[in-house]
């Protein structure tokens, strides 16, 4: 059973086309996030809803627009794609309570977006 | 520069050797310390887990921090091809799983 699921895996598109990566939790967890992964492995936060509500909403592009139907899931629409946008893009949960748990992310197997 | 740094390798050791992964980080506010490992073509899974200073054993791995340094390793024991990956750093302040910060990871190979 994946704790973390995200589809498509990989994702091969044109220049300027729409696409959506889907993301689900199955651990109950309040909190999901979405990271994006460089070529050079560098991951970094891109947005964070909590209770489908959006806590955290880095520096991206306004063509990246998260969506969170229920807290279980959280998907991930790029608009307009640019060369620029390729990388992999992870999904992530972790429980909202204080103490050592509550600071774990689990990772989903993440979606390799290549954009030409 | 940056809030968290790694030494991005890549590192290769033969089987057996003791590895030794560092990241260094200027935020003090650091007290949640995790070391995250990442194979080809997978997601990143959670490792080690330490809070504050201290040393943290488990099996084969022996995770290290220094506060006042603002140091963090991660020891591998008689390293096995099997954990030739890419490890990554990850620290973030109390409270909140939201502000982890990562290293860029350092990739291993443990040759046979």
């Known amino acids: 059973d994946t704790a973390v699921s995200q589809t498509p895996k990989y994702l091969v598109t044109q220049m300027g086309n729409d696409k959506s990566i889907k993301c689900e939790q199955n651990l109950g967890h309040d909190t999901m ?20 509500e959006l806590i955290i909403n880095e ?3 306004n ?26 893009y992870f999904c992530a949960s972790s429980p909202t309570h204080r103490g050592l748990s509550g600071n774990t992310i689990y990772f989903g197997e993440g979606s390799w977006l290549t954009v030409v | 520069q940056k809030e968290v740094e790694q030494d991005p390798g890549p590192l290769s050791v033969p089987e057996g050797a003791i590895v030794s992964l560092n990241c260094t980080y200027s935020n003090s506010a650091f007290q949640y ?8 073509r997978k ?22 921090v ?8 991660l020891f591998i024991r008689d390293s096995q091809p099997s954990d030739s990956a890419t490890y990554l750093c990850a620290m973030n302040p109390p409270g909140s799983a939201r502000q982890l910060t990562f290293g860029s990871g350092t990739q291993l190979t443990v040759l046979p």
């Open chain 1, 33 to 52: 996030y979405w990271y994006k992964q460089d070529s050079k492995k560098f991951l970094k936060i891109m947005f964070s809803y909590n209770n489908k």
């Open chain 2, 33 to 40: 310390f995790m070391w995250y490992r990442q194979y080809s």
């Open chain 2, 43 to 64: 997601g990143p899974e959670l490792l080690m887990y330490t809070y504050s200073s201290g040393n943290k054993e488990d099996g084969r791995f022996t995770a290290q």
């Open chain 1, 59 to 61: 520096t991206v592009p």
């Open chain 2, 66 to 73: 220094d506060k006042s340094s603002k140091y963090i390793s």
């Open chain 1, 63 to 88: 063509r990246f627009s998260p969506k969170s139907p229920d807290k279980a899931h959280l998907n991930l629409h790029i608009n307009s794609l640019e060369l620029g946008d390729s990388a992999v």
